[in-house]
């Protein structure tokens, strides 16, 4: 693949994608080859060919993969694409010096493009740099508001930080809000997202608002029943704040159904009964 990237960057399109075809059909490259392909297909202008790439393998964001793709690269196709792929084959290699390289270049000719400041926030977070990470995901949104789903790993950088010891109780709630605000944005667009709605329950836990915990678990139970972790608590809200007992029941003897072994589960069981 990396062949195909040096014939990208001479601008022979065309045996760059032979070369992904040679790669593909010897063994499953994973998303890596589809999202070099698209960028070459991109910078070929192919915009509708290079969306089919993006779909192959959920890659990128969902609005990347429609027809935003267009308004990303048309100020320089083959400019941006051949610095995405530098960009991301370094990101992939964790060289930390070249990112800043590729990162320098890209948003100092496209300071207003939000793609970059995407995949730069990605690399942020898998290399725990928490505070980047907000950074490049809140500069892509504010340069397209059209990309929401940004706001689900802007989520969940703002709850990375609170694990941070170094600041206070205080900060650590502001985050929280702020992840809970992020992931509520998110659901607007993508309500059917079954994580998410886990995740945001369990952001709602944290400040104790039991309703919307509860909100959100069902939303997820609605979707996959045999969910036991949800089962179990949905039971223990149930009946701790006395809302239904019968159904906090059923829900807690279908978990240890599922989970018969688990202390957790079956003292959740325990504590129904004795409700």
């Known amino acids: 693949m990396n062949l195909a990237i040096l014939y990208h960057e001479k601008k022979d399109f065309q045996k ?67 610095h995405l792929l530098l960009l991301s084959t370094y990101m992939e290699q964790n060289w930390s010096g070249l990112v800043a390289k590729e990162e320098k270049i890209l948003l100092g000719k496209y300071p ?43 989520g969940d950088v703002y709850y990375m930080q609170i694990e941070n010891p170094k600041i206070d ?31 945001l329950a369990l952001f709602y836990e944290k400040i104790e608002d039991s309703k919307q915990a509860i909100k959100h678990y069902q939303t997820v139970l609605n979707s996959s029943p045999n969910e036991y972790i949800v089962l179990n608590q949905l039971a223990w809200y149930y009946a701790d704040e006395a809302i239904d007992l019968d159904k906090a029941l059923t829900y807690a003897q279908k978990a240890a159904e599922l989970k018969p072994d688990n202390g957790e589960i079956l003292d959740t069981l325990g504590w129904v009964h004795y409700k």
């Open 169 to 199: 109780q205080k900060m650590k709630k502001n985050y929280l809000k702020k992840a809970i605000n992020a992931y509520e944005l998110y659901l607007k667009k993508y309500n059917t997202d079954t994580t998410a709605h886990f995740k």
């Open 112 to 154: 207003n493009n939000p793609l970059p400041y995407y995949l730069l926030g990605k690399y942020c977070m898998l290399t725990k740099q928490a505070k980047r990470a907000e950074k490049y995901f809140s500069k892509a949104i504010k340069n397209d508001s059209r990309l929401v789903s940004i706001h689900q790993p802007l």
């Open 16 to 82: 760059a994608l032979d070369c992904l075809d040679k790669a593909g059909k010897i063994n499953d490259q994973g998303n890596r080859l589809h999202f070099i392909k698209a960028n070459v297909l991109t910078s070929q202008k192919k915009y509708s060919k290079a969306r089919e790439e993006y779909k192959q393998r959920n890659l990128l964001i969902p609005e990347l993969r429609e027809s935003l793709i267009a308004d990303l690269y048309k100020a320089d196709p083959y400019f941006i694409s051949s």
